[in-house]
């Protein structure tokens, strides 16, 4: 009897996540283990929201990225259940690392984060495929709940976003009806060109050649009758492609 309860304990104890690992193999009741990848480029904010998951039962930092390149290469690699992304990172940003994620791992969930609410960017962020925005102000258990809602399927706004979202859903329907409405990888290309970078740098970040970027050039130029990489610009920021750090409406 005394054995048997020995034995018990020993592999309770031997179960038990520790804080910090990798326990993609480790499950916990039905629902298991939420594996977590953090990206954002400030190394104090991954720090602080790895020490309040090592202090739920439910959530493991399986890998921690700083830029939108890295989380999109570790996403990849890793196969977390989610991904909690900053908006506004070097290389390439949140929200075009959640389209490259929703296209090549759609079953990775993105929850998005940020200092700012980037109203100007809704209609993209609506689009992205994340799963949810909250703002860096939340709670950090509010932020820890929102991660095991995103892994259960579920959808998480900060009410502010969600707000901005329903002001927004009217003129996102309006703006798909007038015939110019672009494919998401003109989408894509199209951003890249407003980021100033040139044909051989969107095909390197798309993994398409430069001459595939040019034919997708050509179709968007055709399609929103705009002849300029200016004026493609300009419709990029109006149409929230391209996000904007220190954005007027915040």
């Known amino acids: 009897m005394n054995r048997a309860t020995t034995n018990s304990v020993g592999q309770s104890g031997a179960n038990r996540a520790d804080p910090g690992v990798d326990n993609k193999s480790k499950k916990t009741g039905g629902a298991g283990l939420i594996r977590v990848l953090l990206a954002d480029d400030h190394p104090v904010v991954r720090w602080g929201l790895s020490c309040a998951m090592e202090s739920h039962g439910q959530l493991a930092v399986v890998g921690q990225a700083?830029?939108?390149?890295?989380?999109?290469?570790?996403?990849?690699?890793?196969?977390?259940?989610?991904?909690?992304?900053?908006?506004?990172?070097?290389?390439?940003?949140?929200?075009?690392?959640?389209?490259?994620?929703?296209?090549?791992?759609p079953k990775i969930r993105v929850l998005l984060l940020s200092m700012h609410?980037?109203?100007?960017?809704?209609?993209?962020?609506?689009?992205?495929?994340?799963?949810?925005?909250?703002?860096?102000?939340?709670?950090?258990?509010?932020?820890?709940?929102?991660?095991?809602?995103?892994?259960?399927g579920e959808t998480c706004f900060s009410p502010i976003v969600a707000q901005h979202a329903l002001n927004h859903f009217t003129a996102l329907r309006d703006s798909k009806r007038d015939g110019r409405s672009l494919t998401d990888r003109e989408r894509e290309v199209l951003t890249g060109i407003a980021e100033g970078l040139g044909n051989k740098q969107v095909g390197a970040r798309l993994g398409i050649s430069a001459r595939t970027?040019?034919?997708?050039?050509?179709?968007?130029?055709?399609?929103?009758?705009?002849?300029?990489?200016?004026?493609l610009t300009r419709y990029a920021v109006a149409q929230g492609l391209v996000v904007l750090p220190h954005d007027p409406e915040i």
């Not at 977390?80 to 075009?96: E, T, Y």
């Not at 258990?141 to 991660?147: D, M, R």
């Not at 970027?213 to 004026?231: C, Q, S, W, Y």
């Open 117 to 152: 609410s980037f109203t100007a960017q809704m209609s993209r962020i609506l689009e992205s495929g994340a799963r949810g925005f909250l703002l860096k102000d939340t709670p950090p258990g509010g932020i820890l709940a929102a991660i095991a809602k995103v892994a259960a």
């Open 213 to 231: 970027v040019e034919t997708h050039r050509f179709h968007i130029m055709r399609k929103l009758n705009i002849r300029t990489v200016a004026g």
């Open 66 to 105: 700083g830029d939108g390149l890295e989380a999109v290469r570790k996403a990849k690699e890793l196969s977390p259940d989610v991904v909690l992304m900053d908006i506004d990172m070097p290389n390439l940003n949140g929200l075009a690392a959640t389209e490259i994620l929703r296209r090549e791992n």
